[in-house]
């Protein structure tokens, strides 16, 4: 836990404007401002985490995922419960589960009718366009730092963008040791956001 700790302290550090030597312009400080306004949607309550992280919770009509045009007008019953649940998942009730609302340090999460939304800090967006600055500059299809490991980036920025797909194939993949493994993944990220699918075998 403290290894982890560390890492995560090591990796802000190394991500801090004042660590990469590079200001931000007018021009970038207002972008990243207007985003922050943006993102930032009015809270009917504010809530911790028992990790100190702030969520706002946010009406379920207002929360950012409906500022997309195909999402517009999106209906939702909050009274409404699941009349099924997938094959081989069964509906339990035992206090040996982790429910969600023992993460909330007011016990019970955030109201009916809205949704957590964690806080954005400018902060937050500084240090998501600085990572993928860093990201952009050292992509390189052979790793040399970890051998055998190839990997292809894109970036796009400045559009709309409604989508994103891929196409993956591979045929019994061999493993020789615990170290390896064999993955394939799309993400998308915007800001301090990202949303990953894929799979993993190691």
């Known amino acids: 836990m403290a290894f982890k700790v560390a890492l995560a302290i090591l990796l802000l ?24 306004k943006r993102l930032t949607k009015p809270a009917v309550e504010t809530i911790l985490t028992i990790y100190g992280d702030t969520y706002d919770c946010v009406d379920f ?9 195909l999402l517009k007008n999106h209906s939702y019953h ?6 099924s649940y997938p094959t081989g998942r069964r509906q339990r009730n035992s206090s040996s589960i982790l ?3 023992t993460l909330w340090l007011n016990g019970k999460g955030c109201p009916t009718g809205t949704v957590p939304i964690k806080r954005v800090t400018k902060d937050d967006l500084i240090r998501a366009k600085l990572a993928a600055e860093i990201y952009a500059s050292n992509v390189n299809p052979q790793n040399a730092a970890r051998p055998g490991v190839h990997f292809a980036g894109g970036r796009l920025s400045n559009g709309k963008y409604y989508g994103a797909g891929m196409f993956t194939s591979l045929y019994n993949p ?3 040791d615990k170290s390896q493994y064999s993955s394939s993944e799309i993400k998308i990220q915007n800001g ?3 949303l ?3 799979w993993t075998v190691s």
């Open 196 to 198: 990953i699918f894929g």
């Open 61 to 69: 009509y207002k929360q950012p995922a409906f500022d997309h045009p």
């Open 192 to 194: 301090p956001d990202s």
């Open 78 to 83: 909050f009274q409404m419960k699941p009349t």
């Open 174 to 176: 061999k493993l020789y």
């Open 13 to 36: 550090w190394y991500l801090s404007p004042t660590c990469i030597g590079r200001t931000l312009s007018v021009e970038e400080d207002l972008e990243l401002e207007k985003e922050l």
């Open 99 to 101: 429910r969600p609302e």
